[in-house]
């Protein structure tokens, strides 16, 4: 089953903040964030193993709580170079199933 | 190292005629994933190739759509007669071993299938 993502859609200015989430009915291996922008494949930011893990990347992290099966993405200061379309992927067996997306757009 | 490899990028097909899209894995990935995203959407899990074997096409359209990794060479996902609403995105995505052991899986830049 889709992991469900919110919001759909946000609007931010130049250097603020958003978080997205990433809910599964499932039990998880792990977490995976990608990004993509229009046109292109899906760019990977980070994996996330174990339930609590939080990981870094740049000013982008993200959080696991493997007994809520939810994820979320932080993204802070926010660059233009944000933007774009964000999924969660969630393993539950030996596939990755994506979610809804949460498209974000950074205005200056 | 060569990134997961798809072509062609881009393929124009007329209604009824077949369409081969070919994905070659990271060099020692032996696990491949095809995924199709329709315009303004997200990505659609279709099928999960291991070398030789189907694991998990759960995903797949139950006719027109075939996919393979044979022991030698790409993976191919193969639609055959083709309508309009095929046209979409088709990635590929390889990864060295099992997603549940804690990988990421690599993506190819796709194939954009158009049917006119």
């Known amino acids: 089953q889709q992991p469900v993502q919110s919001p759909q859609a946000v609007i931010l200015r130049e250097g603020e903040d958003a978080v997205i989430n990433c809910s599964s009915s499932?039990?998880?291996?792990?977490v995976h964030w990608y990004r993509q922008k229009h046109g292109e494949a899906p760019v990977f930011l980070m994996i996330?193993?174990?339930?609590?893990e939080q990981k870094g990347h740049e000013k982008i992290s993200a959080s696991f709580n493997e007994k809520k099966q939810q994820s979320s993405l932080y993204l802070t200061a926010s660059q233009l170079s944000y933007s774009g379309t964000y999924f969660c992927?969630?393993?539950?067996?030996?596939?990755?199933?994506f979610g809804t997306g949460t498209r974000l757009t950074i205005i200056p | 190292n060569a990134g997961v490899m798809q072509n062609p990028r881009h393929l124009v097909r007329r209604r009824g005629q077949e369409a081969r899209l070919r994905c070659s894995p990271m060099?020692?990935?032996?696990?491949v994933y095809w995924y199709r995203q329709l315009p303004e959407e997200g990505l659609k899990f279709m099928v999960y190739?291991?070398?030789?074997?189907?694991?998990?096409e759960s995903g797949m359209p139950k006719e027109r759509f075939s996919a393979e990794f044979p022991k030698e060479g790409p993976s191919i996902l193969r639609i055959q007669q083709v309508v309009r609403g095929d046209s979409a995105a088709y990635f590929c995505?390889?990864?060295?071993?099992?997603?549940?052991?804690?990988?990421?899986?690599?993506f190819g830049q796709g194939t954009r299938l158009t049917v006119v």
């Open positions: 995505a390889s990864s060295p071993r099992s997603l549940v052991l804690g990988t990421e899986a690599f």
């Open positions: 060099k020692g990935h032996s696990h």
């Open positions: 190739l291991q070398k030789e074997n189907i694991i998990d």
């Open positions: 499932k039990a998880l291996y792990s």
């Open positions: 996330l193993l174990k339930g609590g």
């Open positions: 992927g969630t393993v539950g067996n030996e596939k990755l199933t």
